[in-house]
Nanobody
Framework: QVQLVESGGGSVQAGGSLRLSCAASGRIFSGYDMAWFRQGPGKERELVAAIDNSRTYYGDSVKGRFTISRDNSKSTVYLQMNSLKPEDTALYLC??????????????????WGQGTQVTVSS
């Protein structure tokens, strides 16, 4: 099992930026796909961005605004969020993919989760 600890959330105005970090420990980090999900009040958990060791993947609502990256030497994955909108308000969770049976966009593919960091965007 891997332990994941997110940081970097906060409150910003629309149009602002935040950078989230997720530090991993307990497993060799470089061998696993990582992802950021978010869950707003009353909403289902949705994939924001995912990264393997060569490619990145994004949810439609954040393409062109968010960038996921990873530093395997630091066992850390990042999410740079620009041009934030009020609809981006959610709890952002870091996840490590432990199943490769289905779609990387499905939360069920990820067996390890952090506690999350809250992002609030005001208009």
């Amino acid at each position: 099992q891997v332990q994941l600890v997110e940081s970097g959330g906060g409150s910003v105005q629309a149009g602002g930026s935040l950078r989230l970090s997720c530090a991993a420990s307990g497993r060799i980090f470089s061998g696993y796909d990582m992802a950021w999900f978010r869950q707003g009040p009353g909403k289902e958990r949705e994939l924001v961005a995912a990264i393997d060791n060569s490619r990145t993947y994004y949810g439609d609502s954040v393409k062109g605004r968010f960038t996921i990256s990873r530093d395997n030497s630091k066992s850390t994955v990042y999410l740079q969020m620009n041009s934030l909108k009020p609809e981006d308000t959610a709890l952002y969770l870091c996840a490590c993919r432990t199943s490769y049976q289905g779609s990387r966009y499905s939360p069920s593919e990820y067996g390890d989760w952090g506690q999350g960091t809250q992002v609030t965007v005001s208009s």
